[in-house]
């Protein structure tokens, strides 16, 4: 079984108008609704490579009813999200469909109590005695220590289960230093982590800081990966 932890659950919620003008009232062409975060979509895509998955983190309010209704329906995949009081946060995407631009609007999230916190570490520890992989991802919700992950990440490697993270900011930084098998930030994360824009020393520093592995997107540039085992770039094929 594969975990994977989003601490900041949504409800992706996305309208497409014709096309998105400021300061103008715009009739909705179509709306669809999805379980969101990070790591439930990468949930999403490990059950359909055929792996069994199990997805923790926080779920509450309606939303929250509406996020755990949507994993329902994914074969392979296991909820173990934890109640809190709050309602889960709603991300929304407005597609203009004359450009294909989205502009998107992502709420905080719920405020996490600390008795909540301490019942997720409580599952966390318990579902990583069957985890063969843990994937960490996203934002924190207010309420959530900055340095969440990177106890997570400790409890992780003190288990022997190999353990990707994948934020950004202080929570990055902090989770690093934890020492986690592989992160996956993108160009941006990673400058922010390293003080350095060039791809290549910056995740030779960033595994100097404590990442085994790195794989940084790199937008329309494609992907790099910094392993001890050597480094590989890919890249999108051009537009004809």
Request: proline share 7%; hydrophobic share 40%; aromatic share 2%.
């Amino acid at each position: 079984m594969i975990l994977t932890v989003t601490l900041n659950t949504a409800l992706d919620i996305t309208y497409r108008v014709r096309s998105l003008r400021p300061h103008a009232s715009h009739r909705v062409s179509d709306v669809t609704e999805r379980a969101g975060g990070k790591g439930l979509n990468v949930a999403r895509v490990l059950a359909a490579l055929g792996h069994e998955v199990t997805v923790t983190g926080f779920a509450g309010g309606t939303t929250g009813g509406a996020v755990r209704d949507g994993l329902s329906g994914v074969p392979g995949v296991t909820d173990a999200l934890v109640p809190v009081a709050g309602a889960t946060r709603r991300t929304i995407a407005v597609v203009d469909e004359r450009t294909g631009d989205t502009t998107q609007l992502n709420e905080p999230g719920p405020a996490v109590a600390p008795a909540e916190w301490n019942a997720f570490q409580d599952t966390y520890e318990e579902l990583l005695g069957g985890a063969s992989a843990v994937a960490l991802c996203g934002s924190l919700p207010p309420g959530v220590p900055v340095g969440a992950y990177a106890g997570l990440v400790r409890s992780a490697r003190a288990a022997g289960v190999p353990v990707l993270l994948d934020t950004s900011g202080e929570p990055l930084r902090r989770g690093v230093a934890a020492r986690p098998d592989l992160i996956k930030p993108n160009a941006d994360e990673l400058a922010e982590l390293t003080g350095s824009h060039e791809p290549l020393r910056a995740t030779q520093a960033a595994r100097r800081r404590g990442a085994r592995s790195v794989i940084a997107s790199l937008g329309a540039e494609g992907l790099l990966a910094v392993t001890p085992e050597g480094r590989w770039r890919a890249a999108p094929p051009a537009h004809v």
